[in-house]
């Protein structure tokens, strides 16, 4: 379990350092000292969204099916390893494609154990991680936009 913790946190930072670094490198103002504070609060962020994913989509799977028949869909270190490559944001036009790809097999990879431990089967069980990381990318998108909106440096009003 620990091994999972630690792969989390390596892909949490992994998806922070392929969000933050381009925008700082779009904004030359950003005081360089808030990096690591900001790349570490990112990815704790980052980390903890990847760990609700399984969490949410048994949810989801549970809403449907009136009682699974296994335990709860977990993370092996198998399953999140992948999850550490996410910094592929970094190539400026493959990058969203692989970023894409990568998650759709994670994904895939999280719904054969979920269609085992309910009566959904494997589309069902898909479809139930796909809103589940969906629903949780656009939440994360929006707390991301929001923060950069807030964080957005103001400029003076000009004196008349």
């Not at 609060?41 to 449907?64: D, R, S």
């Amino acid at each position: 379990m620990s091994l999972v913790v630690v792969l989390l946190l390596f892909a949490g930072l992994s998806e922070a350092a392929g969000r933050i670094l381009p925008l700082l490198a779009r904004r030359p103002g950003m005081s360089r000292r808030l990096v690591p504070g900001l790349l570490l609060a990112a990815g704790l962020v980052e980390a903890a969204v990847l760990a609700l994913w399984p969490l949410t989509a048994w949810t989801l799977a549970e809403l449907l099916v009136s009682a699974p028949q296994g335990d709860a869909l977990e993370w092996t270190p198998g399953l999140v390893a992948p999850l550490v490559l996410a910094a592929v944001l970094a190539f400026p036009l493959l990058g969203p494609l692989l970023h894409l790809l990568l998650f759709v097999g994670v994904g895939a990879s999280l719904a054969e154990p979920l269609a085992d431990a309910t009566e959904l089967g494997w589309w069902g069980a898909a479809g139930c991680v796909a809103v589940a990381g969906v629903g949780l990318g656009v939440t994360v998108g929006a707390v991301r936009r929001l923060v950069v909106r807030i964080s957005a440096p103001r400029t003076p009003e000009p004196i008349a």
